[in-house]
């Protein structure tokens, strides 16, 4: 009972309160000690808001249920022609990926190269905005470049 009429003093901020520090819960004990009591008049009282704001969506259109979900992987499922290409490739991107974290755990507890590969890291995002971006006429060059490559994947160039 103690413990908790310390800590409503506590977070009501009563003035020239001396609280026994035993008395306080650990929550509360981050107020300052001096001489082995806890003085709560040091402490600003705190200021309670009555403002509640709760987060919400009217517009379900975008959402799907589970079952529309489910159904549509259903669908999609059976669209696929040769299954087994599809599992070995998946399986193969699921290895890689695994692959790809060894590798980097790998290179990540070597001392100094993650902060060299970082260094690395900056001076080429330097060097990509000094070319593409800072000019006008160099980013119409990256959105040629970009629109050239999107034309490539596509297979429409």
């Known amino acids: 009972m103690a413990a908790a009429t310390a800590y409503t003093v506590a977070l009501l901020g009563a003035a020239g309160a001396r609280v026994p520090a035993a008395a306080v819960p650990r929550s509360a004990a981050l107020l300052p000690r001096r001489g082995g009591v806890l003085r709560l008049q040091d402490a600003a ?33 059976e669209a696929i022609e040769d299954k087994p290409t599809f ?12 692959l790809t974290t060894v590798v980097v755990g790998a290179i990540n507890s ?37 629109e050239t490559l999107k034309k490539k994947i596509a297979g429409t160039e």
Do not use: N
């Open 45 to 77: 009282p705190p200021r309670l808001s009555l403002l509640r704001v709760r987060a919400a969506s009217d517009d379900t259109s975008t959402s799907a249920s589970g079952d529309e979900i489910v159904a549509d992987l259903k669908a999609k499922w």
């Open 87 to 98: 599992l070995l490739y998946s399986g193969g991107a699921v290895v890689a990926l695994w």
């Open 110 to 146: 070597v001392p100094l190269l993650p902060k060299i590969l970082e260094l690395v890291g900056l001076g080429y995002t330097g060097w990509f905005v000094y070319r593409y971006l800072l000019f006008k006429e160099s980013r119409k060059e990256l959105a040629t470049d970009i």
